[in-house]
Nanobody
Framework: QVQLVESGGGLVQAGGSLRLSCAPS????????MAWFRQAPGKEREFVAA????????YYADSAKGRFTVSLDIAKNTVHLQMNSLKPEDTAVYYC???????????????WGQGTQVTVSS
């Protein structure tokens, strides 16, 4: 059983920064992808960014490019999402997810974290 534990959400003013973290555990192998999705109130869940655990390749939604950075801390078995220049429209519940293939469709991801709230005030 794979579990994903997220942390790091909170309230921040527009222009500020937050770093989210996600630690996978359980029966997983090295060649998988970790992604971040978000869901704003009244909207569908959308892809934000993804990273290959084995190769480190990164993938971003257009809304995240230039402001968000997804990275790995192999020693701590953790994936981070560094979010800078935050905007009120970034307000959402952010989820980490795990898949054995990369893509922006949530259907590819078999395991999900519980979600962490990010609120950006104007």
């Amino acid at each position: 059983q794979v579990q994903l534990v997220e942390s790091g959400g909170g309230l921040v003013q527009a222009g500020g920064s937050l770093r989210l973290s996600c630690a996978p555990s359980g029966r997983i192998y090295s060649n998988y992808f970790m992604a971040w999705f978000r869901q704003a109130p009244g909207k569908e869940r959308e892809f934000v960014a993804a990273i290959s655990w084995s190769a480190g390749g990164t993938y971003y939604a257009d809304s995240a490019k230039g402001r968000f950075t997804v990275s790995l801390d192999i020693a701590k078995n953790t994936v981070h999402l560094q979010m800078n220049s935050l905007k009120p429209e970034d307000t959402a519940v952010y989820y980490c997810a795990l898949s054995w293939e990369v893509g922006s469709s949530e259907d590819l991801y078999s395991y999900w974290g519980q979600g962490t709230q990010v609120t950006v005030s104007s």
